[in-house]
């Protein structure tokens, strides 16, 4: 469905879904180490995913495909390829299998335009074998970046100067820990940034979800 990062937060805003979770998904060999970022990236095997626990009170799940291909942006790589994966190891599971090859059919039949111009022939369904929760840097990520971005841009024009003038009609020397507050915010701003470059390089933290983990995330935390 494309980069994970947009297609996680727009569906987490529908009404009837409580969670998602970007990860790895795809591979059909048992025997290959947990996938990470890089590998995905220069590999054929893993697919960007979004694992969805949604309320089936309030959602449908042909509500959830519609979203699916609503938001999702594919590409060529394999890594960005159009894929529903279902678990098949148990009767909702086949039960969605089903559900999901009608609709398609039914969409490709339909004739409908979609947006963007994709076709619904473009979407994959594929038994789910293992799904990796990705570098907890993925998880929610436009939500942090925006704040992140928040920050930044404060800190780069405290490095400017521009709050000066505030600062010293507040207190006599602009300093802060015998550094003027230009020069903390220039420094504030490279420890963030080499932090976020850290944190990009040496996050290994991808993890397998086994089927229901994230609902009894929300269970435990009272969502």
Not at 118 to 125: A, K, N, R
Not at 190 to 201: D, F, I, N, P, Q
Request: glycine share 6%.
């Amino acid at each position: 469905m494309g980069c994970f990062w947009e297609p996680a937060e727009s569906l987490l805003k529908q009404p009837g879904i409580l969670a998602t979770t970007v990860g790895y998904a795809g591979c059909a060999s048992t025997n290959k180490p947990p996938p990470t970022y890089d590998t995905v990236c220069f590999g054929n095997d893993y697919v960007e995913a979004v694992q969805v626990v949604y309320d089936d009170n309030i959602l449908k799940y042909e509500q959830l495909l519609d979203y699916f291909f609503e938001f999702q942006k594919p590409g060529i790589k394999r890594q960005y390829a159009s894929v529903i994966f279902i678990d098949e190891e148990n009767e909702d599971g086949r039960e969605e299998a089903k559900i999901a090859t009608e609709w398609k059919v039914k969409a490709i039949e339909s004739k409908v335009k979609p947006k963007d111009n994709l076709s619904y022939d473009i979407v994959q369904i594929e038994p789910l074998t293992r799904f990796y929760k990705a570098e907890e840097y993925h998880q929610r990520y436009w939500e942090k970046q925006r704040l992140r971005a928040f920050f930044g841009i404060i800190l780069i024009v405290g490095a400017s100067g521009t709050f000066d003038p505030v600062i010293d009609a507040v207190v006599d020397d602009i300093s802060l820990f015998r550094l003027h507050f230009d020069t903390f915010c220039n420094a504030a701003f490279l420890v963030g940034a080499g932090w976020m470059l850290l944190e990009r390089l040496l996050a290994r933290d991808v993890r397998e979800l086994k089927r229901g983990d994230s609902a009894a995330s929300i269970l435990d935390t009272g969502n």
